[in-house]
């Protein structure tokens, strides 16, 4: 038996890096599942990797756009049946210090974060509430608690994704929906290999278990929120960072 057994999902940036260990968690346990992503190379291979589109289905899906992230859904729910869990966890970084920062910069980290956070909540609840059960999870950051430099657009959209989390939960208890959080601290991804040495060095100074998290062990986290093991858990928000910041 599987924590997730005959439950349908969307993960959304789930092509490579935590989205992918997310999706490969679900698929273990028993979930089919939409592969929500712009990256089609990659999309396609987490696609036959993870046992072909009669289990995990690729569909390109920008999470800014709202009718994309609506189609990703209809399309899992056609393919699959009703939709159980959504994980908006699509993300990019376009790091640097304010001064600096250009306004597109800003906008587009704000809109793929925050904004694709929305869609996806808003399009998962709609269908959610229709069935009267589901759980969204929401990948946040430690950035997002605490404000990092260089990032006043990501931490200022991660920040956002935890108000919209428990505002949305708030919203839709009632009918059997749960909107849950996570917040990764240090994970080796695509994402963070591209960081300079000397900033991965001065981040691990920072982390009490004193090295850096695997996606696995953030995977593990978003399925025990996206399962029935937190059947009593809502708008909350996890730190999954080895003590980094706590
Ligand atoms: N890696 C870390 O240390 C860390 C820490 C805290 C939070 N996070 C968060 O975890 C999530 C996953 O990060 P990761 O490290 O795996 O990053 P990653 O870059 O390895 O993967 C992100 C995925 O999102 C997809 N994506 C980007 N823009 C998109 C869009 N507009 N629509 C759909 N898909 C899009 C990319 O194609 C990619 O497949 C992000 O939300 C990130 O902010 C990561």
Redesign the pocket.
Known sequence: MGLLDGRVAVV?????????EIARTFVREGARLVI????DE?GAKAQDELGGAGVARYVR????DSAAVRSATEIAEDAFGPLGVFVN?????RDSTMRKMSEQDFDDVVA??LK?AWNGTRVAADRMREHGAGAIVN?????GKVGMVGQTN?SAA?AGIVGLTKAAAKEVAFRGVRVNAV??????????EAMPERIWEQKMADIPMGR??E?SE?ASVVLFLASDLSSYMTGAVLEVTGGRLM
Do not use: E, F, W
């Open positions: 959304t940036g789930a092509a490579q890096g935590i989205g992918l929500a992503d712009v990256n990659a899906c920008d999470v800014r966890n699509a993300g990019m970084t793929v974060h694709g990948i946040s950051s430690i950035s990501y991660k917040q990764p601290g240090l994970v080796r991804t695509p994402m963070t850096a998290g996606p953030i």
